[in-house]
């Protein structure tokens, strides 16, 4: 989304909607297909702070049912009601993994991640950890699949942490370093890169 339209929906109206909607769990924003009424001056910073009107929502309760209402359509993040579709701005990924629990080691280890927003996400199959290289810093991205095209970016100290649980495999007769979880092996680097 490049430029902000003028539109009518606003904050209090989306979550007011979002609230009636809103039972167990997340709402079926994939089933839902509202016209698109344009864009709104809501966005999501690189560290998870969502912004309305250039000012930071402060509640952790409004950004949260904001965040259950939010869906990626194509390159594009909008939020959706049954009656309305707005487009945001999201700078990197729309969720930060702050955390995540380790059950079993070796092949068997599970990564469970908790994101700023509550969801959480088992990085498996369903949940891939993947690892963007900036090209010109050479500095590291690390993602997982939260939910339907929606990734977290995982914070500082919990790549650190998925670091530490590093080792190495072949992958098409190449050594990589990376980590397990549920069974699948996720690459972070080439291991000529970590030596």
Same mark, same amino acid.
């Not at 869906?71 to 990924?93: F, N, Q, S, W």
């Given at each position: *989304?490049? +430029?902000?339209?003028?539109?009518?929906?606003?904050?209090?109206?989306?979550?007011?909607?979002?609230?009636?909607?809103?039972?167990? $769990?997340?709402?079926?924003?994939?089933?839902?297909?509202?016209?698109?009424?344009?864009?709104?001056? *809501?966005?999501?910073?690189?560290?998870?702070?969502?912004?309305?009107? $250039?000012?930071?929502? #402060?509640?952790?309760? *409004?950004?949260?049912?904001?965040?259950?209402?939010?869906?990626?359509? /194509? #390159?594009?993040?909008?939020?959706?009601?049954?009656?309305?579709?707005?487009?945001?701005?999201?700078?990197?990924?729309?969720?930060?993994?702050?955390?995540?629990?380790?059950? $079993? #080691?070796?092949?068997?280890?599970?990564?469970?991640?908790?994101?700023?927003? /509550?969801?959480?996400?088992?990085?498996?199959?369903?949940?891939?950890?993947?690892?963007?290289?900036?090209? #010109?810093?050479?500095?590291?991205?690390?993602?997982?699949?939260?939910? +339907?095209?929606?990734?977290?970016?995982?914070?500082?100290?919990?790549?650190?942490?998925?670091?530490?649980?590093?080792?190495?495999?072949?992958?098409?007769?190449?050594?990589?370093?990376?980590?397990?979880?549920? $069974?699948?092996?996720?690459?972070?680097?080439?291991?000529?890169?970590?030596?």
């Amino acid at each position: *989304m490049t +430029a902000q339209n003028s539109v009518t929906p606003s904050a209090d109206g989306l979550a007011a909607s979002a609230r009636a909607i809103k039972e167990r $769990g997340l709402p079926p924003v994939h089933k839902w297909n509202p016209p698109f009424l344009g864009d709104i001056d *809501m966005r999501i910073a690189r560290d998870g702070t969502w912004y309305y009107l $250039g000012s930071p929502i #402060e509640r952790p309760a *409004m950004v949260k049912l904001f965040s259950s209402i939010l869906r990626k359509d /194509g #390159e594009d993040y909008v939020l959706v009601t049954p009656v309305e579709k707005v487009g945001i701005t999201v700078e990197d990924a729309p969720f930060v993994a702050t955390d995540f629990d380790i059950t $079993g #080691e070796g092949e068997a280890q599970v990564l469970r991640f908790h994101t700023h927003v /509550g969801d959480e996400a088992v990085a498996g199959p369903d949940h891939p950890i993947r690892v963007d290289i900036d090209p #010109e810093s050479g500095e590291p991205s690390p993602y997982v699949l939260v939910r +339907a095209n929606l990734e977290a970016l995982i914070d500082r100290k919990s790549f650190y942490r998925l670091v530490e649980l590093g080792t190495e495999h072949e992958i098409d007769g190449e050594s990589w370093f990376g980590v397990w979880s549920s $069974g699948q092996f996720f690459p972070i680097a080439p291991s000529e890169a970590t030596e």
